[in-house]
């Protein structure tokens, strides 16, 4: 939220996507552990799945937002020595930095500090790549345009002031399209559970013909039915979730239940009971979770 990191809308003339960072929206409350965090979630999780920078890489912008006379701020030593192992195992190519740094008077100390921490943290090949503007806003601005950033959506306007409408705007972007996709493979699932409960529950009361196959599970007691191979496989295919499905609270178990069903269905299993003398029927739906359902509870009972 505070626009520690961004990612800017649009793209370099080379397709490249642009990363800004501004020390000067360092909360000064934030934890390192926190920031680490958000890192994580911007490079790993954010701009990996991006093709444009598996292909061609990053283009960060380290961009000094500070005004008056004061010098830029710094960053404690423990998240600078962080953020450079951070960055070292990042497995992404950055391909260019630009250090954009504000001239003032007596500010030449700093900068260099301000350089030395943003190279440390490129590979040494990266580091002949590193670009460093100095002078004011419009003028470091203009020297961006000159390798193919655009300004129209850079996050600090010619003045020096923070566009709000453009800040975080590529996250928003990203986070709705990305709950979007997620909401249409919810969907997709619910309709596909949905057509094998259909299909399966159209089978109900058709007898069987041709008799009881072994990859069948039998619904009743009795040691012929515990024995029946398609019984074994079942009981074992279930053991080997149990250490899972102990995990779940208690209103997430039924679900696992249904969700384990469909996958024997999805292998082809049956869900058979007796209807008299050697006549099977496919069970509901129910009734073959309920049986899933037993299998649990009987289990922690025993133990």
Known sequence: RSGFFQIQEGRDRKGRVIVYNSVSRLPSQCKTETMVRVMYHIFYNMLSSIPEVQRHGLVMIYYDESKGGGSPKMPGLNFQMTTQKFFRILPL???????CLRSSPGSLAV???VA?????LLS??????????????LERQYQLRGYGIPLDKFPVDTDGNIRTEV?????????????????????QQQQ???DRFENNNAAVATPIIGGVWETDILLGRGRQVQNHPGNVRFRQFLVDHVAEYETLYRSQKRQACVDLTNQLLANGARFLKEKGKDVWVVCDTDEAVGKVLQFYRTRR???
């Open 301 to 303: 009972r025993v133990r």
């Open 192 to 194: 596909q559970q949905a």
């Open 93 to 99: 190519d950055i391909s260019t930095i630009h250090l």
């Open 167 to 187: 800040q975080n705007a590529w996250c928003h972007e990203y986070l709705e399209t990305a709950t979007s996709t997620i909401r249409q493979q919810q969907q």
């Open 111 to 113: 900068h260099n500090q």
């Open 124 to 137: 040494r090949s990266t580091r002949v790549r590193a670009r460093l503007h100095y002078g004011s806003n």
């Open 116 to 120: 030395q921490i943003a190279l440390k």
